[in-house]
Each structure stands twice: as C-alpha cells, then as structure tokens.
Nanobody
Framework: QVQLVESGGGLVQAGGSLRLSCAASGRTFSSYAMGWFRQAPGKEHEFVAAISWSGGNTYFADSVKGRFTISRDNAKNTVSLQMNSLKPEDTAVYYC?????????WGAGLRDKYDNWGQGTQVTVSS
C-alpha cells in the first residue's frame, strides 16, 4: 500500500497552465503504475493520464492529449501532471491513483484497476 497526497491545484484562467504533483509514501513506489483521474461536479470519474512503473509508457485521454503530460521521479516518489492550454471543461477535482503493477497492461484508463487513491486537489479554470 502507498499513501498518496496531491498538490498544485488552484484557480487559473483559460489558456493557462498548472502542474499537479502526487507524493507517495512507501518504499516500493517504483513498482507502482500511476494514474490521474478527475471528477467534475455532477459527473463520473474520468481518466486523464497514466504512466507505467518505469515511466516508459504513458497514456492520455483524448480530451487532454497534446495539452497534458505525465512524468514520474521514482527517486523522489512523485508523479506529476503538467497541464497546459487549460480549458474551463478541465475544471474538476483531480485524483492521483496507484496500482502495484510492473506491466504495461494494467488497464491504465480503468478506475477499478487502481487500489490506492489520494484525497484530490481542486482545479478551476475560469473563462
């Protein structure tokens, strides 16, 4: 098990950028596949991005492809989500998630494949 804490959310104007970070506790962070999901008011959780344990494979929702990037630093037990060209429809609570999995086929976009979740950080994009 890992404990996850997100940070970096806030209020930004459309077209702006934010960088979310997720800090993980535990010695085996490097064996975890990591994902970001978001939930807008009144909507279901939506997959945003994911990265494999080594960082060698990344996955993105079509809605953020080309605007968001995901990276990880296994030495620092962190995963980051760089969000550029933000749109009002990106407004949501963003959650970091982890799965103890060293494959590249864990089901990156599937919420129920992740076993550990952070508390979330609010991102608000004004028009």
């Amino acid at each position: 098990q890992v404990q996850l804490v997100e940070s970096g959310g806030g209020l930004v104007q459309a077209g702006g950028s934010l960088r979310l970070s997720c800090a993980a506790s535990g010695r085996t962070f490097s064996s975890y596949a990591m994902g970001w999901f978001r939930q807008a008011p009144g909507k279901e959780h939506e997959f945003v991005a994911a990265i494999s344990w080594s960082g060698g494979n990344t996955y993105f929702a079509d809605s953020v492809k080309g605007r968001f990037t995901i990276s990880r630093d296994n030495a620092k037990n962190t995963v980051s989500l760089q969000m550029n060209s933000l749109k009002p429809e990106d407004t949501a609570v963003y959650y970091c998630a982890a799965r103890d999995d060293m494959t590249t086929s864990w089901g990156a976009g599937l919420r129920d494949k992740y076993d550990n979740w952070g508390q979330g950080t609010q991102v608000t994009v004004s028009s």
